[in-house]
Nanobody, 120 residues
Framework: VQLQASGGGLVQPGGSLRLSCAAS????????MGWYRQAPGKQRELVAV???????NYADSVKGRFTISRDNAKNTAYLQMNSLKLEDSADYFC???????????????WGQGTLVTVSS
């Protein structure tokens, strides 16, 4: 299983970006998918998570600004980030709990980071 994250870049404060995380490989079902971020010198933190039933949970710092969604047919999760702030700058990592087959208990996978830089 591979998770491919994309969509990061440089944006001004108040701007928007949309991150994508596409899962590929041996996939029977994907349970939760989430986005985490890690800024230099800080611990990795949860940004948002979405269940297979599309229940969502957000870090308090991004509520009302970020929206997580998923397309199960494409095995892809998205993170729409609006009203970006300087403090949103970080490496953003996607994460998913993937069931590889009907006999598998599944495993949690990480994608590579995609860098988001908010700067004027």
């Amino acid at each position: 299983v591979q998770l491919q994250a994309s969509g990061g870049g440089l944006v001004q404060p108040g701007g928007s970006l949309r991150l994508s995380c596409a899962a590929s490989g041996s996939i029977f079902r994907i349970n939760d998918m989430g986005w985490y971020r890690q800024a230099p010198g800080k611990q990795r933190e949860l940004v948002a998570v979405i269940s297979s039933a599309r229940n969502t949970n957000y870090a308090d710092s991004v509520k009302g600004r970020f929206t997580i969604s998923r397309d199960n047919a494409k095995n892809t999760a998205y993170l729409q980030m609006n009203s970006l702030k300087l403090e949103d700058s970080a490496d953003y990592f996607c994460n998913a709990h993937v069931i590889e087959s009907r006999w598998s208990q599944g495993a949690r996978w990480w994608g590579q980071g995609t860098l988001v830089t908010v700067s004027s």
